[in-house]
């Protein structure tokens, strides 16, 4: 997928994460029901190991890319502060095919498949070009806190 820098929106929005435990670029489209990411493996990166993005690495991208589905409703703006705390609760299945390398920029894709107030049931599948790199099945909860 090549990347139209003009449509871009700013993952830090959508997320509290910071760097070094940030693990999307870009979020490249997103409706209340699908998100698509992207995310550069730099070395410097705490997940890298032997020049590869680790199994944790591509859990933490997916759950990031399926938080952003939900938490786009948190985040009204970057000028306002907003706090929220988010946690995997439950990861139903999960295939890992491949390790991506150093400057790759993998792409994740995924979709709401069931949301009741605060926690949700999201499928992400997340590739390096046209390879399958992972498929998970993940619930989360967010919150925003007071």
């Known amino acids: 997928m090549k990347i139209k820098e003009d449509n ?7 997320l509290p994460h910071r760097e070094p435990m940030l693990m999307v670029d870009y979020i490249l ?11 550069l493996i730099t070395a410097d990166n705490i ?16 759950a990031q890319t399926c938080s952003s589905i ?10 306002i502060e907003t706090k929220v705390i988010g946690f995997i609760t439950n990861i139903k299945k999960i295939d890992v095919f491949s390790l991506p390398k150093v400057d790759d ?6 979709s709401l498949i069931s949301k009741y107030e605060n926690i949700c049931n999201i499928f992400c599948e997340t590739f390096n070009n046209d390879e399958l790199l992972i498929r998970a099945e993940i619930n989360l909860f967010i919150q925003k806190l007071s």
């Open 70 to 79: 939900v938490g786009q409703s948190f985040f009204e703006g970057p000028e």
């Open 47 to 62: 997940f890298v190991h032997n020049n590869e993005l680790v199994e944790a690495g591509l859990i933490e991208n997916s």
């Open 105 to 110: 920029t993998i792409i994740s894709k995924a």
């Open 29 to 39: 489209e997103l409706t209340e029901e699908n998100v698509i990411t992207s995310f």
């Open 8 to 14: 871009i929106i700013n993952i830090h929005n959508f």
